[in-house]
């Protein structure tokens, strides 16, 4: 370990193992640490043994349950954007070799106390329940400016400049209503609160774009696609990808302690004795806590069920978002569910997630809503943690922390954390112009 490194990254999330792959594909020399004995840190997926423990303490699992090893529980479980930075990513460093996927069966939004199946595209709108008659066609002609809108033809911006007229003003010359702004908002637009309608239009356009594109590579129900046998397969597959390119792995390394010369810049990391000297250090929270400071917590349900949640047409795989208008909360609440079709659990056995920045100092009341939409459940567990962010000077000390995991059930918060990590480390951006087609051979329809 007496050697020294470009980068030492520590801590094997999905967030550092992604930003561990890009740096050695760059040719920097890698050393990658953890003081667990397994990949994927707080993002890291368990098996029912493992989740027993975890929130039962030493009882056993019952046998109703089924095998242990059928099982690929997510602590942190996201879906990913069919047309999203982490597909363009995983097809730029080809770790699609290493991977299989599925799509989702379907993306639903929780409005006026029912679910209800998230129209897309200008057909959907017309055939949608969430709206009147009249209301349709309002939302069919955004929804066509939206398809047709090219930032680099000025003829279908229609007159509008969207880098300064906010999200309000432009769907106020739609004549839209409250509650089709809510769900094209927070369920197309996969915002997480309302902060957006004051901000720029374009970035509402642009995600509503990214959605409609994601959902036409599938022909399916939803935008999302899902790696079969969990995310737990993630992390492992960019640490694969580093060592093709020469990164070095040690896991179970205790007491990883950062170390920093008398100019307060980062030189190398002490574990049992041994120091590696490096330039740079990349890591979670919990490696630095002296460097973040708490931004909330994030309130998490886990439940086991026998059957498919109501409501959904009997999908096996599906995204509910409940706006936080609809709950009178500051921001939104998701709702994730996969089946044994993505090789999580047993035949015949759904896992589902309720998931909310916690408001309040009872945060398994506030995800009430999200699971009584579940029906019956066979096993309910109660997650929580902290979220933090870095507050250090990384030009002044050399040392790149991750933000924690947010509340969502996609990706796109994660990715954009991660490739503003790699510009900061390496001063450059990751070319993600990528001929999507080329991650065919690695899905499955």
């Known amino acids: 370990m007496d050697e020294e490194y470009d980068v030492i990254v520590l801590g094997t999330g999905l967030k550092e193992c992604i930003l ?31 989740l027993w423990k975890r929130f039962r303490g030493e009882d056993k699992p019952p046998a109703h349950l089924g095998a242990s090893r059928d099982y690929n529980v ?36 929780f409005s006026k106390r029912k679910i209800h199946k998230v129209p897309a595209t200008d057909m959907e709108a017309l055939k949608s329940p969430l709206m009147g008659l009249f209301e349709k066609r309002r939302a069919r002609n955004f929804f066509v400016y939206v398809q047709n809108y090219n930032e680099a033809d000025p003829v279908t911006h229609q007159g509008l400049d969207l880098t300064r007229i906010t999200t309000r003003e ?21 915002h997480r609160d309302d902060r957006y309608l004051n901000e720029p239009a374009l970035d509402t356009v642009k995600r509503m774009k990214l959605y409609a594109e994601s959902l036409a590579r599938f022909q399916g129900g939803s935008p999302y696609i899902y790696p079969l046998y969990g995310l737990g ?14 990164g070095t792995y040690m896991l179970n390394k205790p007491e990883c302690k950062v170390e920093f010369d008398i100019e307060g810049k980062v030189c190398g990391v002490t574990s049992e004795g041994e120091t590696a000297k490096c330039k740079k250090v990349v890591c979670d929270p919990s490696y630095l806590p002296s460097k973040v400071r708490k931004i909330g917590k994030v309130a998490r349900a886990i439940a086991i069920m026998s059957h498919p949640i ?5 999908s096996h795989s599906i995204q509910i978002i409940l706006p936080q208008k609809q709950l009178g909360r500051k921001s939104d609440m998701y709702v994730f569910c996969c089946s044994y079709t993505h090789n999580v659990a047993p035949k015949g056995k759904f896992i589902a997630f309720v998931s909310a920045e916690a408001e309040t100092d009872n945060p398994q009341s506030e995800l009430k809503p999200g699971i009584d939409l579940l029906g019956q459940v066979d096993e309910l567990f109660f997650d929580m943690y902290d979220r933090y962010k870095p507050v250090n ?15 969502t059930t996609h990706f796109e918060t994660t990715v954009t954390d991660v490739l503003s990590m790699y510009t900061a480390i390496t001063g450059k951006t990751v070319d993600l112009s990528v001929d999507l087609s080329a991650a065919s051979a690695a899905e499955e329809y």
Do not use: W
């Not at 594909?25 to 098996?47: A, E, I, P």
């Not at 432009?170 to 996969?190: E, R």
């Open 233 to 246: 397969e993630l992390p492992q597959a960019f640490a694969r990808l580093s060592a093709v390119y020469g």
């Open 20 to 50: 561990s792959g890009l740096l050695s594909v760059d040719g920097l020399k890698v050393l990658h640490m953890d003081r667990n004995d397994y990949y994927g840190g707080d993002s890291t997926s368990l098996n029912l043994n493992q």
């Open 393 to 407: 000077e990384p030009s002044l000390d050399n040392c790149f922390v991750s933000m924690s995991y947010d509340a």
């Open 310 to 314: 109501p409501n959904t047409n009997e």
């Open 170 to 190: 432009l769907i106020l010359k739609h004549g839209l209503s409250d509650d089709t702004v809510d769900f094209i908002g927070h369920a197309l637009a996969l």
């Open 74 to 109: 997510d602590m942190v479980p996201k879906f990913m954007m069919a047309n999203g930075t982490l597909v363009r990513t995983l097809i730029h460093t080809d770790v699609t070799k290493y991977l299989s996927f599925k799509a989702v069966d379907g993306s639903y939004v």
